[in-house]
């Protein structure tokens, strides 16, 4: 996984292009250095000091897709995130949808393409935690036209879970929504249990 510079998620953005309302709500929490000294930053923004904090670990399958952030435009988001809990480990996949390696749209104008290789990705990303679809419990599934493609999207999953023999299936949400980009069709987030923890 490609390691971020400490400071570089705020690096892109120029405070000088915020209004004064967005500027005055940084300095609220404590985060405007522009006028030299910072003030202290509020309760919540730092580690809770005398608790441990829950064991969790960014998730990444480089060879099928990048990372957000290195996309042209950073996006300051995980792939995935393991949580390890008593008894279980969680894996809270973000939105993934039909990029390559490189962090570029791939099968553009292919609604069924696009959501096998979805699927594809989703499924590197379990794989590299040593999990599965099986251990799959939501998914909560974002199409940028849900009445065009709603009835290919439900054959195509059902498909996929009938093929590798998904018994219960996952709790499960399809909903209409812009997709971060204009030529992707679909995009699925995962949660996972892991039974037995770290």
């Not at 940084?26 to 309760?43: F, H, Q």
């Not at 096998?116 to 199409?143: G, M, P, Q």
Request: proline share 4%.
């Amino acid at each position: 996984m490609a390691e971020r510079e400490s400071g570089k998620a705020g690096a892109g953005l120029d405070t000088d292009l915020l209004s004064a309302v967005a500027r005055a709500e940084l300095a609220a929490m404590g985060l405007d250095t522009a006028g030299g000294d910072a003030p202290a930053r509020v309760d919540g923004l730092e580690p809770v000091a005398d608790r441990a904090a829950v064991a969790k670990r960014a998730i990444s399958a480089p060879e099928v897709l990048n990372e957000a952030y290195d996309y042209g435009i950073p996006s300051s988001f995980s792939r995935g995130m393991r949580v390890e809990l008593p008894g279980a480990s969680m894996l809270y996949l973000s939105g993934t949808a039909s990029v390559d390696d490189r962090g570029e749209t791939v099968h553009e104008g292919d609604f069924a393409a696009q959501c096998l290789r979805t699927f594809r990705n989703l499924t590197r990303l379990l794989a590299a935690e040593k999990a599965s679809w099986h251990d799959v419990i939501r998914t909560t599934c974002y199409l940028r036209d849900i009445e065009r493609d709603y009835e290919l999207f439900n054959l195509v999953r059902t498909d996929f879970m009938d093929r590798i023999g998904l018994d219960p299936l996952p709790a499960s949400t399809a909903i209409q929504a812009r997709i971060c980009r204009t030529d992707l069709l679909v995009e699925i987030e995962a949660i996972a249990v892991i039974p037995g923890g770290a």
